[in-house]
């Protein structure tokens, strides 16, 4: 490995913005610890291309048990250039305490195995009816779905630190 540092992508897909504002935090994380990454933030609608970079992050907001489409379509236009990557992804839609639904998105599993992503994790989400269409709040309001922002900063620095150190060892990035 040369000394330059590793640049990590976080590309996320997100309708209403909590999902960007994970992906953000997670890009200032890994930029901040003392691994010495670059990490970039972009919205996985603007395509950005993995091949740049040495590791990737992508997540998505799950919508009635699914991820985004944009985010999925990412992950199946980029496979082939994913699977040489260190690469982690991250859902985020679980809402109230306990969180609910408490099961995975169906995408994780094929997500995972398309991408040879070396891990996952779910973070809760922020339900806030100001920013729903008038459909979503008519489905909010049907599942009595609880309202607020149970997003779990600490759960994300730790994840976030966690595939910082991955990224410090020798034998992290795949060439
Ligand atoms: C209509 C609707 C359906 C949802 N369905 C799910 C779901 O199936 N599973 C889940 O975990 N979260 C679900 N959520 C919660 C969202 O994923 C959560 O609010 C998330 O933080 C939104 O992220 P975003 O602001 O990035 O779009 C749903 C929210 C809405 C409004």
Redesign the pocket.
Known sequence: MSGAPLRVLVT?????????EIGAEIARRLAGNAAGLVAVPVPVTQRPDPAAFDAVVLGS??????W?EAAREYAAAHAPVLRTKAVWLF?????GEP???PDL?HDVDPLTALTGARGHA?F????DKA??TL??RA??TA?R?PLGDF?DWPAVHAWADGIAAELASPAAVRT
């Open positions: 996320v897909g997100s309708r209403h913005g909590a999902t960007a907001a799950v919508y009635a048990g699914r985004l859902s985020s839609g679980p809402i969180p609910f639904p998105p779910t809760p989400g922020r339900l920013h729903l459909g979503e489905m909010v599942m779905a997003r």
